[in-house]
């Protein structure tokens, strides 16, 4: 991991090498950084978590657009039980220079995601989409949620009831 990475999935990429090339850019995540942000997102394991990207646009405003697939674990909600899932997330999103919104309020603008020194960290994008594409409340397959039969309340009135009737 760099200083200058957050997470620990970083794959920084120079935005004019990556428009020239045109090409696919592949982020795969290797078994330490999938350990770790297992341990970050609460998953018993992270069996695999790809991220396939397409830059558009120029050096001042990028559009990435692609998709995050992982084989994961997750604990049921129900039951408790680990089981293993699919998952997959279309990402599409803006990048721009810094200085492309200068003087613009925030409230006016959708302000895209910052290209810092020319490049955008698609290893962090990766694991965005990831955790955004996580199920808060996981179930194993073929597994509901049945609340527990209530026993029928005592009636307040009934002690009243039985001392009436002695």
Known sequence: MTPDSIGPLSRPVMVERALKAGQEIVVEADAEERAALARDFGLPAIHSLTGRFRLAGSLHRLQVTGTVEAAIAQ???????PFDSQMREEVEVDFAAPDAFAGTPAEDADIPDPIVNGRVDLGSLTAEFLALGLDPYPR???????????EAAENPFAGLDRLKGE
């Open 140 to 150: 194993k397959p073929g597994v509901a949620f049945e609340p527990p039969e209530a």
């Open 75 to 81: 604990t049921c909600v129900v039951t408790l039980d």
